[in-house]
C-alpha cells in the first residue's frame, strides 16, 4: 500500500515544477494606419508590445526603445527618418523570460496623390448616381461621396458607386499615405 503513494509523488512533483513561458512577446503597430505607407520622410510610429509574463525591452534598428516599466502591455513610439523613397524598421522586443520576437515595418514614402475617374453619371430627378475607378501606386484606403464613406475593398485600383442628391457628386479619394484628390461630377 504504501508504494502506491510513492508512484504518485513524481506527478504530484511534476505539477508543482515551474512552468517554462513559451508565450513570445507580440508587437503591435498602430501607427501609422494603412500599412506603413506616409507621404512625410519622418513620422511617430505607435504601437505596444504584449507578454504574458511582462516585456523587459523594446530595440528599434538596434537601439533601445525608453519602456515605462515591466509591464504586460508596453506603449512605445520612435521617430523615423526616411531617406528616399523606403525604409524597413527591425523592431525586437523581450520579455521577461528572454523569449524575443521582431518585426520588419516597411514604410514608404509616397507623395503621388491617388487619381479618380468617372465612368458614369446619371440623373433621376434630384438622384445623382455616379460610378468610378480610383487608382493609386500602393492602395486606394478611402473613397468618399458628398462626405459619406464608402465602403470598399482597399487596393491599388477601386471601382465605386454612389447615389447622391443635389446638383453635383463631390468626390474624395485618399490613399494609404494620406494623399488625396477631390472631383465634383456635375
Same mark, same amino acid.
Given at each position: 500500500?504504501?508504494?502506491?503513494?510513492?508512484?504518485?509523488?513524481?506527478?504530484?512533483?511534476?505539477?508543482?515544477?515551474?512552468? *517554462? =513561458?513559451?508565450?513570445?512577446?507580440?508587437?503591435?503597430?498602430?501607427?501609422?494606419?494603412?500599412?506603413?505607407?506616409?507621404? *512625410?520622410?519622418?513620422?511617430?510610429?505607435?504601437?505596444?508590445?504584449?507578454?504574458?509574463?511582462?516585456?523587459?525591452?523594446?530595440?528599434?534598428?538596434?537601439? *533601445?526603445?525608453?519602456?515605462?516599466?515591466?509591464?504586460?502591455?508596453?506603449?512605445?513610439?520612435?521617430?523615423?527618418?526616411?531617406?528616399?523613397?523606403?525604409?524597413?524598421? &527591425?523592431?525586437?522586443?523581450?520579455?521577461?523570460?528572454?523569449?524575443?520576437?521582431?518585426?520588419?515595418?516597411?514604410?514608404?514614402?509616397?507623395?503621388?496623390?491617388?487619381?479618380?475617374?468617372?465612368?458614369?453619371?446619371? &440623373? =433621376?430627378?434630384?438622384?445623382? &448616381?455616379?460610378?468610378?475607378?480610383?487608382?493609386?501606386?500602393?492602395?486606394?484606403?478611402?473613397?468618399?461621396?458628398?462626405?459619406?464613406?464608402?465602403?470598399?475593398?482597399?487596393?491599388? &485600383?477601386?471601382?465605386?458607386?454612389?447615389?447622391?442628391?443635389?446638383?453635383?457628386?463631390?468626390?474624395?479619394?485618399?490613399?494609404?499615405?494620406?494623399?488625396?484628390?477631390?472631383?465634383?461630377? *456635375?
Amino acid at each position: 500500500m504504501r508504494r502506491v503513494p510513492l508512484l504518485l509523488l513524481p506527478a504530484l512533483l511534476a505539477a508543482c515544477a515551474p512552468r *517554462q =513561458d513559451t508565450f513570445k512577446p507580440r508587437i503591435v503597430i498602430t501607427v501609422p494606419d494603412g500599412g506603413g505607407a506616409t507621404s *512625410q520622410t519622418s513620422f511617430v510610429v505607435k504601437g505596444y508590445v504584449l507578454d504574458d509574463k511582462g516585456v523587459r525591452s523594446l530595440k528599434v534598428q538596434g537601439v *533601445q526603445v525608453r519602456l515605462a516599466g515591466s509591464e504586460k502591455i508596453e506603449p512605445f513610439s520612435f521617430k523615423t527618418l526616411v531617406s528616399g523613397t523606403s525604409a524597413d524598421y &527591425r523592431i525586437e522586443a523581450t520579455d521577461l523570460s528572454g523569449n524575443v520576437t521582431s518585426l520588419t515595418l516597411p514604410v514608404r514614402v509616397d507623395r503621388v496623390a491617388p487619381a479618380v475617374t468617372v465612368t458614369q453619371l446619371e &440623373r =433621376d430627378g434630384k438622384v445623382i &448616381r455616379v460610378s468610378g475607378v480610383a487608382a493609386d501606386n500602393l492602395r486606394v484606403a478611402q473613397v468618399s461621396v458628398d462626405g459619406t464613406r464608402l465602403n470598399i475593398t482597399p487596393g491599388a &485600383r477601386v471601382e465605386f458607386y454612389a447615389e447622391t442628391t443635389g446638383q453635383f457628386a463631390d468626390i474624395e479619394v485618399r490613399d494609404s499615405a494620406g494623399n488625396t484628390v477631390k472631383r465634383r461630377a *456635375q
